[in-house]
């Protein structure tokens, strides 16, 4: 990862219909010498032309979503998810609300429109945008089951009332809306509340745009299926439950959809390029911005000085070809090419009976072939951008040490038994000075100075991800993460940092991320990075030695009591995740669940040791939950029992495995049962392999005594670790090597 020798940068912001094609395209063939880097504020990206058909269930949600984390990892393209506050377009760089910045050297703008509610006085909490479409189903189920319970409640056992909806809006999408939203309320299947449905189109009425005809089978339509419609009044005021027109006229409305013209998304107004009157960014006919020529903006969020285009999806997809070809141009500084917008264009309405309603150079149609037409150009568009496997990609043997390829992060450790039988061989002397080093082997080695004793540990891995920002911030948890545990608080880091083989420009871009997201993290902990060493290499590498001072009395994995319970406070699978992430398998709301995990401190353990009296304990890492509970109870001179159903696991994590993907690690971790016996007939089932799976700032493991789980498991809740969950129990050991016995 992260070797791309390019000097040029082309960042993508925003990956609608246009941007989505220079990613189709990078993976085909990329540009040479240069990069690609992708920035969306979400994993997935939503096609608004299936968006209704999701509504009225003749889609899954799944079926109008871009995996924007496989589709970027199956096309070698770099991903950030962030939230991006302005465009710096003197200095060329995109700035983030919570990263460091990103130069660029090409960037494409395509973070589309939202609608208007200029002059509009909003109360109460019945208004439901339409975008981000990421997060529409979620919010209007969730306001649409909240009205009804309430409903319910007031009707006391009636009948109750249906659930008021009004969609704001007359444009193609808001009449789709209504469609599929009175169908979902018609089908008695689906255990949708009840809805009333109503169109309110403002002073231009149903259909603007279109045909006198179109309209008309629009309108016919709405009555026959029972949809109200209100027009040439624009909305004035939204309360809990009504809207409000200019001239006064209340409707009655529980759910409000708005669904309006374009309006720039806030962002725009934070970027200093020349705009139009609405506040779009104006760009010549090679879709460049007038401002600065390096920038492009696209879709929606582009308006041509010539030959200005309405803002809608077809013209986005047809400047697609346009931008490709004049980012290749761009870079080989040549003359660009001009983009032409189609002078029509097919329009299809999806009326969510088995039928839409097409309108083609001056005509119109309705019946079942147009809606075979619209459904097969949307299942057309959508297999362009969720085919994502990587071009020409075959498949290393996982068991081939020559040919496979090697899991990242914790997972790329030595295995446990070549560490351990490298360390017999050493002839290591004792010293004085050495309160707990590779005699005994803990988390980290606590070493007494003149007047004191300090904690060391050490700890790198190679870069799981594309994001050196991310990288920063995992690896320096994941190193500090064995101070917690041995109760030092850390003082003092010193970063370890191998930089790929890139060009100049980009090792500063990456030292920029990676050394500011380190930084961050230390900086929450009271400590400070002092100092460290850097080269370059194949790929990039990351850790640091964590000088930590001792808080309180050296806790150590050896200090498990019988009868304590095993408290895990964070789920496993970050192995088998990162291996899918490198096989372009991860899916984005397991990518999320990851980081979330991954970027949790357990900084908490100094809290664990000194408010609740915690016994051994260390951190899951590498080695995997059965290898470190193994040294826990080597060293403790015990056995365990665990209940594999309480272990948490992050979702998706066991599909991974079912499917097949596994870290490279994983066989060596298998071989613990040289020093544990393993007990019980689920160890043979499929779903405890994730008991061998490496972590990457993986959680805590603990002993509690049974007085203290309640209030553990409490704190621990407070702190954010939803996840967390007693998994077992510390037994007598019966025989000379412990027994681990899953029940």
């Not at 189709?24 to 299936?50: E, R």
């Not at 931008?323 to 040549?334: D, M, S």
């Not at 446990?416 to 309160?435: A, F, G, M, N, R």
């Amino acid at each position: 990862m992260l070797t791309n020798t390019a000097k040029n940068t082309i960042v993508l912001l925003g990956v609608g219909h246009t941007n989505a094609h220079i990613v189709k395209m990078w993976k085909m063939q990329p540009i040479p010498d240069a990069q690609l880097i992708c920035v969306s504020n979400f994993p997935v990206a939503t096609y608004s032309g299936m968006l209704p058909g999701v509504l009225s269930g003749q889609y899954l949600p799944e079926q109008m979503e871009i995996d924007l984390v496989r589709l970027c990892a199956s096309a070698g393209v770099r991903l950030i998810i962030g939230d991006v506050t302005s465009v710096d377009h003197a200095q060329q760089q995109i700035v983030f609300r919570d990263r460091p910045a990103l130069t660029f050297d090409l960037l494409s703008i395509g973070i589309g429109s939202r609608p208007s509610l200029t002059g509009v006085t909003v109360s109460g909490d019945s208004l439901i945008a339409a975008k981000p479409m990421q997060t529409l189903l979620q919010r209007l189920d969730q306001r649409i089951e909240t009205v009804a319970s309430q409903k319910k409640r007031e009707a006391n056992g009636q009948n109750a009332s249906p659930v008021r909806v009004s969609i704001v809006g007359g444009g193609i999408g808001s009449i789709e809306i209504a469609f599929c939203l009175q169908r979902r309320s018609d089908d008695s299947q689906n255990n949708q509340a009840d809805c009333q449905i109503g169109l309110v189109a403002g002073r231009t009425g149903v259909g603007s745009g279109l045909l006198p005809a179109t309209r008309e089978r629009v309108t016919e339509l709405m009555s026959d299926k029972g949809i109200s419609v209100s027009s040439e009044q624009r909305v004035a005021e939204i309360t809990e439950t009504h809207l409000i027109l200019e001239n006064g006229v209340k409707i009655d409305s529980d759910v409000v959809i708005w669904a309006t013209d374009a309006t720039p998304p806030q962002l725009l107004s934070q970027i200093d390029i020349e705009k139009d009157v609405k506040g779009f960014l104006l760009t010549k006919p090679t879709l460049q911005t007038i401002s600065n020529e390096n920038i492009f903006a696209v879709g929606d969020t582009g308006t041509m000085t010539v030959s200005p285009t309405d803002k809608a999806g077809v013209f986005a997809v047809r400047q697609g070809p346009v931008l490709w070809e004049n980012l290749k141009r761009a870079i080989k500084q040549t003359a660009l090419k001009q983009y032409v917008p189609q002078s029509g264009y097919l329009k299809l309405i999806n009326t969510a009976d088995g039928k839409s309603i097409a309108e083609y150079r001056g005509r119109t149609f309705y019946g079942s072939w147009c809606w075979y037409l619209k459904d097969r150009i949307d299942r057309k568009f959508m297999a362009m951008y969720t085919a994502y496997d990587p071009p020409m990609m075959k498949m290393p043997n996982p068991k081939d040490t020559e040919t496979a390829m090697r899991c990242l992060g914790c997972g790329g450790k030595i295995g446990s038994q070549v560490l351990s039988s490298v360390l017999k061989e050493l002839d290591i002397p004792d010293h004085p000075s050495v309160v707990v080093g590779l005699v005994n082997p803990d988390d980290a080695a606590v070493v007494r100075t003149v007047n004191d004793q300090v904690t060391v540990t050490t700890d790198f891995f190679a870069s799981p991800f594309d994001d050196p920002y991310l990288v920063g911030r995992i690896a320096l948890l994941n190193s500090a993460s064995d101070c917690f545990v041995m109760g030092a608080q850390p003082t003092g880091v010193l970063a370890i940092v191998q930089l790929p083989l890139v060009h100049s420009k980009t090792q500063l871009q990456i030292m920029r991320e990676l050394m500011g997201g380190s930084v961050e993290e230390i900086n929450r902990m009271g400590g400070s990075i002092v100092g460290g060493h850097s080269i370059e290499g194949p790929r990039l590498t990351i850790g640091f030695t964590v000088l930590g001072d001792q808080i309180v009395d050296t806790r150590t994995k050896g200090m498990l009591q019988e009868g304590d319970q095993l408290i895990l406070t964070k789920p496993l699978g970050s192995g088998v995740m990162l291996a899918a992430l490198m096989q372009a398998r991860l899916p984005g709301a397991s990518y999320q669940a990851l980081l979330k995990t991954m970027l949790s401190s357990n900084q908490i353990a100094l809290d664990l040791i000194v408010r609740h009296g915690i016994s051994g304990v260390t951190d899951v890492t590498g080695f995997g939950l059965t290898g470190h509970l193994q040294e826990m109870l080597s060293a403790s001179g015990f056995s365990a029992q665990l209940r594999m159903d309480d272990v948490p696991v992050m979702p998706g994590s066991q599909a991974l495995i079912e499917s097949g993907i596994e870290s490279t690690l994983v066989d060596d971790n298998r071989l613990i049962v040289e020093k544990v016996q393993l007990k019980g007939a689920r160890w043979q089932q499929k779903d405890s392999a994730v008991m061998f799976d490496p972590q990457t700032s993986g959680g805590i493991l603990c002993g509690v005594k049974q007085s203290e789980v309640a209030g553990v498991l409490s704190f621990l809740s407070d702190a954010g670790f939803e996840d967390s969950a007693v998994i077992g129990e510390v037994v007598k050991k019966s025989g000379e090597l412990p027994t681990i016995e899953l029940v």
